[in-house]
């Protein structure tokens, strides 16, 4: 399994100016690639091979006056561009045939120097490393100051830089673990949980815990609404605008943390609770175009449920998603009887038939629970890690690798 480990970059004033240049060089490779193929699917022609757009747009580029500062980056950064637009092509072509999964996705598109969001990428080849000091080294750009927030377990494969729309920087290492070794690090249980989303508490467990909604949204709406006030009375193009877009940036990145933080706590101490974890597999899409799209959005459950998938894979624990139209609101978790279909305003009911009285969240998530099956067959239950993309793992324990590289 592969992970993300990300860590804040702190460059200087030519440092951040080497990055700029890289960035800008990976984006005009990226775009001159796209060109080329497109331009050889009007004309008819077969698209050209990575091998002749590295050969024209990268070797025989920096021979030239128009594109000689291409010399100035290293030449990995600008490979993996172009390897970016083959997978970009090859996403496309699989989501026309219907291989892909989800939504369908349009053909790559130009990026633009006006993007708030800039990254490029430094693979093993490219000879970058950690200092003893604990700096990233990075060909062409210099020793990076990082806040280490905690230890590499082992040799990255990749380093991604990235600058996002705050105007922070990032180093984003891939590691690859064993979850046969991460599953030792877990204590042993047996306990199962069935979890109900929703919005006035964000998880109710079947064991009866109820877990608030932070609503981190909605806490920070007020400096939002007066941050994106004072940028629309700014002049377009000048700086006092580019201030003021960085001001609104910060803030929403600051929600996202904080949300993305809370979302990290609450799935490992779920995972390291129980064997057995079952949730619902929700619309999110769907509940976002209903008059509760701001809440939903401000929840983030898809984010929280994608967390709990690979954490499960990775430590060896079973998570069950049951359908979203499995009646878990309408049916009574003490005789099974379905009582039908309530409003969202009735959040406690009496079941008709036994006469027990349930709260609805509390009840839905025992349903959700035995929906699953886990009451019988989640302990010990055999588990198969299967490939999943790199996640960003979250922050730990202080200290830099001590050793180069962490293990180079």
Not at 276 to 282: F, M, Q, R, S, T
């Amino acid at each position: 399994m592969q992970l993300r480990y990300s860590f804040r970059l702190y460059p200087d004033t030519s440092q951040q100016e080497a990055l700029a240049r890289a960035f800008g060089c990976a984006r005009v490779v990226f775009n001159d690639a796209v060109r080329a193929r497109e331009e050889a699917r009007k004309a008819e022609q077969s698209f050209p091979t990575g091998a002749e757009l590295s050969k024209r747009l990268i070797t025989e580029a920096k021979r030239t006056v128009e594109r000689s500062w291409l010399g100035e980056v290293s030449a990995v950064v600008l490979q993996q561009s172009l390897r970016d637009v083959e997978r970009a092509y090859r996403n496309f072509f699989a989501s026309l045939k219907g291989d892909r999964k989800g939504p369908r996705i349009g053909r790559p598109r130009f990026k633009s120097r006006k993007d708030k969001r800039q990254s490029i990428r430094f693979t093993a080849n490219a000879r970058w490393n950690i200092t003893d000091n604990g700096r990233l080294s990075l060909p062409k750009i210099g020793a990076v100051k990082v806040k280490w927030s905690r230890t590499l377990p082992t040799t990255p494969s990749s380093v991604t830089v990235i600058k996002d729309a705050a105007g922070r920087y990032f180093a984003s290492f891939v590691i690859d673990t064993d979850p046969a070794v991460d599953a030792t690090r877990m204590p042993e249980t047996d306990r199962t949980i069935g979890i109900d989303l929703g919005l006035t508490h964000f998880a109710v467990l079947s064991d009866g815990t109820k877990i608030d909604s932070p609503r981190f949204l909605r806490r920070a709406e007020k400096k939002l609404k007066k941050t994106q006030r004072e940028l629309s009375r700014k002049q377009k193009g000048s700086k006092n605008r580019d201030r003021a877009r960085l001001k609104v940036a910060r803030a929403h990145a600051t929600v996202a943390d904080a949300r993305r933080e809370f979302h990290h706590q609450l799935s490992t101490q779920l995972i390291s609770e129980n064997q057995g974890i079952a949730v619902e597999d929700l619309s999110v899409a769907g509940l976002a175009r209903t008059r509760l799209a701001k809440s939903v959005h401000d929840a983030g459950w898809a984010s929280f449920i994608s967390m709990l998938e690979y954490k499960a894979d990775r430590y060896g624990r079973t998570l069950v998603t049951i359908g979203r139209f499995t009646p878990t609101s309408q049916t009574c978790s003490t005789c099974g009887v379905k009582d039908g279909p309530k409003p969202l305003n009735v959040r406690e009911w009496t079941c008709a038939a036994c006469g027990t009285v349930h709260d609805r969240d509390h009840n839905a998530a025992i349903k959700v629970k035995t929906a699953a099956g886990l009451a019988v067959s989640a302990c010990g239950a055999p588990v198969r890690p299967g490939a999943i993309p790199a996640q960003r793992e979250e922050t730990g324990s202080h200290g830099f690798p001590t050793q180069a590289r962490a293990a180079a």
